[in-house]
């Protein structure tokens, strides 16, 4: 089985990346991939590959393996052939379809044809078992931009009854990838008429998909779908249709959504400030032109209502979001220390929320207010994960605080953190108009 291609070094050099394995598991995954880039030939591959599984235990191997698939590396191919022959090795349809895909990926549709019937081979013919490989396969086809063959296997796989409920997670998944909502959906129907009972992830799933389309009204039925059948929308659901009409900047519809959540008592959060705001083309302007910036909350909704009239979608944005509970979740308060966290928050939404703990600053701590803490900071990071490596919030608090003339400056001992002493902010606060 992939005896050619155990035999040929793959085209492809895999990119360097990071996963979440026991450092050992780790490291020796990464000491494979490292002799793997630097065999000269395909036979020194599979030499190393050999040597590799025959000294490793059966997790050491299976880890390396897992390593290869999440980099989506061509060498997962010959070390899957070299596992698939130890006694040890259990077949399992996610593996079996991401190796297809690899070969499919390389150009080597002989040899994924023939992996595909080596595991139909190996399940027991039930439509359950067929099913889920499919599904598998069409999500791993899906994923790496294999169109054209994931609608291969969505024909064989319309012709084969789902049942249980793996199957049908499986395969609207897969739809969803495909870019097929309503296919997805009629699944998703079937899979209730049946009860089995979907879960929101599923409904988000086909609701998404409708989203990518643009297709408002199917989101809704799909909305309306999961309430009759029972499950209330919580705000992870409510933020995948939020991101959806995000996504296609319709702020009326943002705004109306955002009220219903209100009206339903759903929680907004960090990615409901994220999706809304970075949709908002006059506030993005405004923080690209940092010094006629507004200061205030009030000055922004001001100058949104009159830079906007009439449409005033992006003044009830803002609203709505500041009367939520969002920014309580990101301040820690205590007798020492007030810290903000802007960790996670794109530049726009750290622009609203710090605003608005500037204010709640103020109204918590006025001359007649409680004791100070002996300690204020703002913590933005560095940006580490930026694909620049710069903190463009950073950035934007810096100059912020500079132009209120905030007692708040860099950490010494930590370059994403403001800090200021207590009393020094207290004073600056009571000062501010």
Known sequence: MLASLSSAKPQLTAPRCAVSRSGGSVKSARRLLSSLDAAPNGAATEALVKKFVAGSSKSTSLDALSFLLSISSPFAIPVYSRVSKTNWFRWNPKTAASIVTLLELQNESMEA??????????LSKSSKDLSIFYSNLIESLSNHGLTQKANEVYTILQSIPLSGRRSFELAIKSLCLMGKPTEAESKLKEMILLGYHPSRFEFALVAQSYGKLGSFSEIEQVVRLMEESGMEIDTVCANVVLSCYADHEELTLMVSWLQRMTELGISFSLRTYNSTLNSCRN????????????????????????????DQNEALIVKELINSSVLAETVHWSESEVKLDLHGFRAVSAYVILLQW???????FGMEGPAFPGEVSVVCGIGKHSVSGKSTVRSLVSKILSRMDAPLRLDRKNMGRFVGRGKAVKDWISQLS
Do not use: F, Y
Not at 284 to 298: A, H
Not at 358 to 364: A, K
């Open 113 to 122: 044809e023939i992996l595909v019937a080596d595991s139909i081979s190996r």
């Open 283 to 310: 506030i993005l302007q405004m923080i690209d032109e940092i010094e006629s910036l507004p200061l205030s909350l009030t000055g922004l909704i001001e100058k949104i209502q009159k830079d906007c009239a009439p």
């Open 358 to 364: 500037i204010e709640e600053m103020r109204s918590r």
